[in-house]
């Protein structure tokens, strides 16, 4: 296996109730190491252009509100098999469908606040790295 490299974002609802070093348990429990991290709140431009591919979704409009709603943790996860490992680790989209034990199970609140986002391949994994990271933030 490969070392690959993700990314991860702590929504709003989950650093509302101070659950991102819980998270980052979860995380590094699952065999993934944080190697670049912004604590960040996003603009409704960023938030926007982030989710781009969803923009004809009905939900994109309350996802962009949503994202915009309060402070964010944007993280570099890296590891074997990182992609599909943190999915793994995150659990389902829907929280109701998610295994017991991952991130979303235990914390997200409904499919929106879902707590965690990851990339869902590692083409987008280097886009959505690249969105938020330079080079220079990610040396080593
Ligand atoms: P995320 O992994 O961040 O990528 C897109 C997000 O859209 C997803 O997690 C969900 O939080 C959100 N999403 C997906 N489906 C719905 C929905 N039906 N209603 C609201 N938000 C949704």
């Given at each position: 296996?490969?070392?690959?490299?993700?990314?991860?974002?702590?929504?709003?609802?989950?650093?509302?109730?101070?659950?991102?070093?819980?998270?980052?348990?979860?995380?590094?429990?699952?065999?993934?190491?944080?190697?670049?991290?912004?604590?960040?709140?996003?603009?409704?431009?960023?938030?926007?252009?982030?989710?781009?591919?969803?923009?004809?979704?009905?939900?994109?409009?309350?996802?962009?509100?949503?994202?915009?709603?309060?402070p964010v943790v944007v993280q570099v996860l890296e590891?074997?098999?990182?992609?599909?490992?943190?999915?793994?680790?995150?659990?389902?989209?829907?929280?109701?469908?998610?295994?017991?034990?991952?991130?979303?199970?235990?914390?997200?609140?409904?499919?929106?606040?879902?707590?965690?986002?990851?990339?869902?391949?590692?083409?987008?994994?280097?886009?959505?790295?690249?969105?938020?990271?330079?080079?220079?933030?990610?040396?080593?």
């Amino acid at each position: 296996m490969v070392k690959q490299r993700t990314l991860s974002i702590i929504k709003p609802d989950a650093t509302k109730r101070n659950l991102a070093d819980a998270i980052n348990t979860k995380i590094k429990e699952g065999g993934l190491n944080i190697v670049a991290r912004k604590d960040m709140q996003l603009t409704q431009d960023q938030a926007g252009s982030f989710y781009e591919v969803h923009k004809e979704r009905p939900f994109y409009g309350e996802l962009v509100e949503f994202m915009t709603s309060g402070p964010v943790v944007v993280q570099v996860l890296e590891g074997e098999d990182a992609v599909a490992k943190y999915r793994e680790v995150m659990g389902d989209t829907d929280p109701a469908n998610a295994a017991p034990g991952t991130i979303r199970a235990e914390y997200a609140e409904n499919i929106g606040a879902n707590s965690v986002h990851g990339s869902d391949s590692e083409e987008n994994a280097k886009i959505e790295i690249g969105f938020f990271f330079d080079e220079t933030e990610l040396a080593g």
